[in-house]
Antibody, heavy 123, light 110 residues
């Protein structure tokens, strides 16, 4: 069974940093692209970032480009999202999700999701 | 990248069919087959219902189907059931190698 478990969320001041982790199990980690998607309070889903199976390519939404960095560690089966220069509008529940295709490429077809980690940016 | 446009709400009676539209541009929906649909119950993880416009993941009911015409993709739910009541989001690949979600549609079963 595929499992994705996010951790690292919490309260941070504007301008601060936070690193989210997503521990994966139940599938061949390096074969699947992974992504981060967030849901802001009372709003819809927003795609944040993605990384290919072997980590050779990364993608970012314009709203986080230059501030967030996605990475993966195949030795730990873990996905990361380093969030710097955080702003109030980054407050959201952050989900990690797995691509349905085992090609390693990213197509935006996310068939398994974690339960989410809440990030609150406030002074 | 602006969010794809979806109707805020769609409703139907049990057994009926409803269609949720997702309108983008020639830079996203209109040019790529990577359009997917997600069902989201509040407080739970989103669920993939349709991917690559028309494909249905294993375990998803065949009451759910997808299509695309020009810059507009559609999710069709036939034989509407109470359990289908949820928020639905479309998602598309874009010309800038990013992805964009739709504004979301709340489906109500009357």
């Amino acid at each position: 069974e595929v499992q994705l478990l996010e951790s690292g969320g919490g309260l941070v001041q504007p301008g601060g940093s936070l690193r989210l982790s997503c521990a994966a199990s139940g599938f061949s980690f390096s074969s699947y692209a992974l992504s981060w998607v967030r849901q802001t309070p009372g709003m819809g889903l927003e795609w944040v970032s993605a990384i290919t199976g072997r980590g050779e390519a990364t993608y970012y939404a314009d709203s986080v480009k230059g501030r967030f960095t996605v990475a993966r560690d195949s030795s730990k089966n873990t996905l990361y999202l380093q969030m710097d220069s955080l702003r109030a509008d980054d407050t959201a529940v952050y989900y990690c999700a797995k691509e349905i295709s085992g090609s390693g490429s990213y197509y935006g077809s996310l068939d398994s999701w974690g339960q989410g980690a809440l990030v609150t940016v406030s002074s | 990248q602006s969010a794809l446009t979806q109707p805020a709400s769609v409703s139907g009676s049990p057994g009926q069919s409803i269609t949720i539209s997702c309108t983008g541009t020639s830079s996203d929906v209109g040019s790529y087959k990577f359009v997917s649909w997600y069902q989201h119950h509040p407080g739970k993880a989103p669920k993939l219902m349709i991917y690559e416009v028309t494909k249905r993941p294993s375990g998803v009911s065949n009451r759910f189907s997808g299509s695309k015409s020009g810059n507009t993709a559609s999710l069709i739910i036939s034989g509407l059931q109470a359990e289908d009541e949820a928020d639905y989001y479309c998602n598309s690949f874009t010309s800038t190698n990013t992805f964009v979600f739709g504004t979301g549609t709340k489906v109500t079963v009357l």
